[in-house]
């Protein structure tokens, strides 16, 4: 009778694969650094804890992205459909119906999306005012803080520089934490 559930809990447990999840878990354990709570004023609420994770996972599609031979873009998928499995499964974990829990995914996948776009556009134009219009619209959601006044933009852009500094070959998820811990530890070059 409930093998239906049982099957699709056991879907949703399931990443796309052992590196896609040791990854996403990477992208997670960052997106939960307190630094974004406190110095940067990132509201510690389930929406702020989104918009943290989006981020990261921004920036690691971004590098992975540039691997050629669509090796990267298929590890790209595997980390976002593992995040993806993962937000499905939290929402039916915090007592989300299952018949809200479809177009709760579908929203948080047009909003990372939106996302994706605008944080993806300026960092690659290295545009400072338009990655604070994009943080502050999304992250921030328009409450008045400045994100190239307490420094978000400047961690942003050295962890995108430091994931840009991997080789393809050694793009692992220990690698890819020491680039993130950009965004709570900026480097101070000198």
């Known amino acids: 009778m409930f093998n239906w559930l049982s099957n699709k809990v056991e879907q949703w447990a399931r990443p796309a694969n052992d590196a896609s999840f040791a990854l996403y878990q990477t992208v997670a354990t960052a997106a939960r650094n307190g630094d974004f ?12 804890r989104f918009d943290t994770l989006t ?40 007592g989300v119906s299952e018949n809200k829990v479809g177009n709760k995914v579908k929203t948080m996948a047009k909003a990372y999306l939106g996302r994706m776009t605008a ?4 960092i690659a134009a290295n545009d400072r005012a338009a990655l604070a219009l994009a943080l502050e619209r999304n992250l921030y959601r328009d409450n008045g803080e400045n994100a190239l006044e307490n420094g978000l933009v400047d961690a942003v852009l050295a962890a995108d520089q430091a994931l840009s500094g991997i080789a393809d070959a050694d793009l692992d998820a220990a690698t890819v934490g020491e680039a993130l811990s950009h965004l709570s530890s900026p480097r101070v070059d000198g």
Do not use: C, K
């Open 55 to 94: 981020l990261n996972a921004v920036l690691v599609v971004r590098r992975l992205s540039a691997i050629p031979d669509n090796a990267g873009e298929e590890r790209a998928q595997g980390l976002i459909d593992t995040m993806f499995a993962d937000l499905d499964l939290g929402l039916h974990e915090i």
């Open 37 to 48: 709570y406190q110095r940067f004023s990132v509201d510690d609420g389930l929406d702020g």
């Open 119 to 122: 944080y993806d556009t300026s």
